[in-house]
């Protein structure tokens, strides 16, 4: 930073059919800030680097604690949050892009429907009757609760999809985060019962088999969610299911 700026350069779009265009920012640097708190005092303040009058850049946050994932977009090239992403720790520049594997909304805000359209597609949920006292939920082993725990932490953040290059617009993968779902769901005692379905879900189109094992979704994502071994684990699943369902015809 010079003189006590952060420089920020931030890919914008005013509207999905207009093109997108380059802005530069010159921020005035305070003690320990953040990528949000940069695009705050842009808000407050809409003026560019050349000191002309510009509309505040659109983005979207919520929780400002890493746990909610809306804040995601590209930031300086890799895919993260703009909430933990500090400034002392970033090179400048600053680059900020959203995220390539959505369509965008306006600026960094994107939208994210076909990560949830595809959990509804594997039914990642536990079908219960809710109607009435159920009393306690069957138990689960300290193991199968160690294993599942790191999956349940998915925020739907979209990093994964970012960073799989078998998410494109020539494909239907639906990318690792809601094949790592279907492992949480179907490791459940009471979702088990549904586990057929979901095998189902993931054998078809856009599922497990278009993974290339790329596991650059293990490395960008942001709660050391175990995808690959996950996706592993389905692969046999899937395998078994398959030969099973071959042999009862």
């Known amino acids: ?3 006590r700026y952060v420089s ?3 890919k914008r779009q005013t509207d999905p059919r207009k093109p997108a265009y380059w ?3 010159k921020i005035p640097y305070k003690d320990k800030m953040n990528v949000i708190s940069l695009l705050m005092e842009i808000q407050r ?3 560019n680097a050349k000191g002309e009058a510009t509309t505040p850049v659109v983005w979207e946050c919520n929780c400002l ?4 994932g809306a804040c995601t977009m590209v930031i300086n090239g890799k895919a993260r949050q703009a909430c933990s992403a500090l400034v002392d720790q970033l090179e400048q520049p600053i680059v900020l892009e959203p995220l390539s594997k959505f369509p965008v909304i306006r600026d960094l805000m994107v939208d994210r429907t076909v990560m949830f359209e595809n959990l509804k597609k594997v039914k990642a949920w536990i079908p219960i009757d809710g109607t009435y006292d159920l009393g306690p939920g069957p138990r689960m082993a ?5 294993e599942c725990y790191p999956i349940s932490r998915c925020m739907t953040c979209g990093c994964c999809m970012e960073a799989c290059p078998n998410v494109n617009n020539k494909s239907k993968f639906m990318g690792p985060a809601p094949l790592a779902q279907v492992k949480l769901f179907n490791s459940h005692p009471t979702g088990a019962m549904n586990q ?3 095998l189902d879900a993931i054998m078809g189109v856009g599922g497990i088999t ?3 094992n790329a596991q650059n979704c293990v490395k960008v994502c942001p709660k050391q969610i175990p995808l690959t071994k996950s996706i592993a684990q389905l692969n046999r699943d899937t395998t078994i299911h398959g030969i099973k369902r071959w042999l009862g015809r």
Not at 65 to 68: M, S
Not at 142 to 146: A, G, S, T
């Open 1 to 3: 930073m010079s003189d």
């Open 8 to 10: 920020l350069k931030i």
């Open 23 to 25: 802005e530069e920012f």
């Open 45 to 47: 303040n809409p003026v």
């Open 65 to 68: 604690e890493e746990v909610c």
């Open 142 to 146: 300290q193991k199968v609760q160690e």
């Open 196 to 198: 057929e379905e979901r």
């Open 210 to 212: 278009d993974c290339g």
